[in-house]
């Protein structure tokens, strides 16, 4: 099935400044990716998504990059806010029913 | 509430206990899902349902019992758990579970088994 790494496991970056997350996953079949924002004691929530006929998607200070060769994809976070302190997840779907998802990054923004 | 509600929102059992966790979307979807999250571990996918059927089962021990009598209520069933089970426990909806639908989650539910 498909595994989804996720680097690093905690992120610390000054509040301004741009975050980056890596995701890698192993089944080449994956053709949707999404990242997930979890705050503190809160849900996951969907933040961006990208498909395989896409290789850059961007909303706002959010941006997600994706490089199908390699198999994988990152979340950029430029501006960074306090409110962006959270852990973040990705995750790999292939059609079949089901998301795998990676660990989770905790992202600190340092005010 | 809207979207996706989750009951209780904590509970504390015993090894011996039977109790029920439920989930209900309002939302107009037709796959529901649980999953497991316990601390620095991915997200565990336990049960699929999709239009009320199950679609996957994660090999999840039979401790865990899933029901869906309709698309918008999922349950599951706890009975004899092992303290290794607490965990926060997250239901989710989505239009249809083909992976390729956003999920939206419910808060969970804090499970804690002594």
């Known amino acids: 099935g498909e595994n989804v790494e996720q680097h690093p496991s905690t992120l610390s970056v000054q509040e301004g400044d741009s975050a980056v997350i890596k995701c890698t996953y192993s089944?080449?079949?994956?053709?949707?990716f999404p990242w997930y924002k979890q705050e503190l004691g809160k849900r996951p929530q969907l933040i961006i998504d990208?498909?395989?006929?896409?290789g850059e998607k961007k909303d706002q200070r959010i941006a997600v990059t994706l490089n199908k060769t390699a198999k994988h994809f990152s979340l950029h976070i430029t501006e960074t806010q306090p409110e962006d302190s959270a852990v973040y997840f990705c995750?790999?779907?292939?059609?079949?029913?089901?998301?795998?998802f990676g660990k989770g990054n905790q992202v600190v923004v340092i005010p | 509430e809207t979207g996706v509600t989750q009951t209780p929102r904590h509970l504390v059992m015993g090894m011996t206990n039977k109790k029920s966790l439920k989930c209900e979307q309002h939302?107009?979807?037709?796959?529901m899902y649980w999953y497991k999250q316990s601390a620095k571990k991915p997200l565990e996918l336990m049960f699929v349902?999709?239009?009320?059927?199950?679609?996957e089962n994660n090999s999840v021990p039979s401790r865990f019992s899933p029901e869906c009598p309709n698309s918008s209520h999922l349950f599951l069933h706890l009975h004899t758990l092992q303290p290794e089970d607490s965990a926060l426990y997250l239901c989710?909806?989505?239009?249809?579970?083909?992976?390729?639908?956003?999920?939206?989650f419910g808060p969970g539910t804090r499970l804690t088994v002594l």
């Open positions: 989710a909806s989505s239009q249809k579970a083909s992976g390729m639908d956003e999920q939206f």
């Open positions: 089944d080449s079949a994956s053709n949707y």
């Open positions: 990208i498909r395989s006929n896409v």
């Open positions: 995750a790999a779907g292939d059609g079949n029913n089901r998301l795998a």
């Open positions: 939302l107009g979807h037709n796959a």
């Open positions: 349902y999709n239009f009320k059927e199950q679609t």
